[in-house]
């Protein structure tokens, strides 16, 4: 079943090639245009079992904007702040109407991501990962995800593991399909307020992977579990 899933995910993410390419040029353009070179940001995630491949994104965020969180005074260089100056005036609509996102479909047709799965992470930051944070590794990454239609960037990064574990723990074809109908539902809603999440930034300056259950009870993990499973 997840082979022929995987293969009708690739087959579909060509069709969705061939169909959008006048909104990607358009895009593409749009970017070259307003915020000179540079239309497509690549860098390296950690995919199905921790192995690094370059997710693809349309840019939103000016050029060295990892670098320039440090001028800038940002602790945690991945994230945002509220009013980022980092990010241009495209990447804003692009932002918010998640249209960034589109370049992925080529990774989606090149086998290395889903249309659903636990969004891929930075490989600094899965170099901290807990023994149990890495069991989100344990499926390919996705364009949208079960921690995406649960509050996407508005909630903390250890209820997304919690969420993460949950999905690959009770992945079905009808959950998916759930999770793709859930995401353009979402798409008008528009993107969420900035929430900063300080366990990377711990994790950072600490170098250490923090205790197995990240220092939640198991009686509030179990509860967010169940929670989840009423919402599927």
Not at 50 to 72: C, I, N, Q, T
Not at 75 to 84: H, I, K, S, T
Not at 160 to 181: G, P
């Amino acid at each position: 079943m997840k082979l022929l899933w995987g293969f009708s995910n690739q087959l579909a993410a060509a069709v969705a090639l061939i169909l959008l390419s006048p909104v990607i040029l358009g895009i593409a353009l749009w970017i070259r245009i307003a915020d000179g070179p540079g239309v497509l940001f690549a860098q390296d995630r950690a995919g199905l079992r921790g192995r690094p491949f370059r997710m693809l994104k349309f840019r939103s965020m000016v050029h060295d904007s990892v670098a320039m969180s440090a001028e800038l005074g940002i602790d945690d260089p991945f994230g945002l702040v509220e009013n980022d100056p980092r990010i241009t005036r495209c990447g804003r609509f692009l932002r918010r109407t998640s249209l960034d996102e589109l370049p992925q479909l080529l990774n989606v047709l090149a086998g290395r991501m889903l249309l659903v799965g636990p969004r891929p992470d930075v490989l600094p930051q899965v170099a901290n990962y807990s023994p149990l944070d890495a069991r989100r590794l344990e499926v390919k990454p996705g364009i949208t995800g079960w921690a995406q239609v649960n509050g996407r960037d508005d909630i903390d990064w250890p209820q997304r593991f919690i969420l993460d574990r949950w999905y690959v723990d009770n992945w079905s074809l009808a959950l998916d399909l759930r999770i793709i109908w859930r995401t353009f539902a979402d798409l008008r809603r528009g993107e969420p307020p900035v929430h900063v999440d300080t366990l990377n930034i711990d994790r950072a300056r600490t170098g250490d992977a923090p205790p197995v259950r990240l220092g939640i009870p198991a009686p509030r993990e179990a509860e967010q579990a169940q929670d989840a499973r009423r919402a599927a």
